[in-house]
């Protein structure tokens, strides 16, 4: 099975699960923006792209079973697909510590591979180019919460890649703040 075929059958097995969840458009528009952020940064910083896609896949499929720890939940179903493909055991733990790792803020300045960083700045990059999203940050939180959203940023963003995707939304971020003084 090629590349090609393993996302396939990966995007199938994570849409379904998606599915399954109340709020599965969001999951899904969430996890396509996340899939396409952090293929970009796999080409950029020169990646395992078959990891970073697969990771990003199935990163929050656990999120309707455990929201709070659907990081947990998602590595779990992912860790049953990923050993019926014909994956190296390398790829398969690489993936599953991605999955682990995505929510985990403190793990940012640890230095771990680059594919667990590509996906944990997918994440934010995700969150803030997705329009509607950042602006219901902007537009609903209070300066304490902007405080948070901006300092998460600052410390998940390991990457310069990531950072240079991203400058124009930490501006308006940062202007908003402000104007909450």
Not at 6 to 21: F, L, M, P, S, T
Not at 64 to 71: G, K, M, P, T
Not at 81 to 102: M, P, Q, T, V, Y
Request: net charge neutral.
């Amino acid at each position: 099975m090629n590349d090609a075929e393993i996302i396939k059958k990966c995007e199938a097995y994570a849409e379904q699960n998606c599915w399954q969840g109340p709020d599965y458009k969001e999951v899904w528009k969430h996890t396509q923006l996340v899939r396409e952020y952090t293929k970009k940064l796999a080409e950029i910083e020169k990646a395992d792209a078959l990891v970073v896609e697969v990771a990003a896949l199935f990163h929050d499929m656990g999120r309707h079973l455990n929201y709070s720890r659907h990081n947990l939940t998602s590595y779990r179903l992912a860790e049953v697909f990923l050993n019926l493909l014909n994956l190296s055991n390398r790829r398969k733990d690489l993936i599953l510590k991605c999955i682990l790792l995505h929510r985990n803020q403190i793990h940012a300045e640890v230095e771990n591979e680059i594919e667990v960083k590509i996906l944990q700045s997918g994440e934010i990059l995700a969150t803030l180019f997705d329009e509607e999203s950042f602006k219901s940050i902007v537009k609903f939180s209070t300066k304490d919460e902007l405080e948070y959203w901006y300092a998460r940023v600052k410390r998940k963003l390991t990457l310069r890649s990531a950072v240079a995707l991203v400058t124009v939304q930490m501006g308006e971020l940062r202007d908003a703040l402000v104007g909450q003084s």
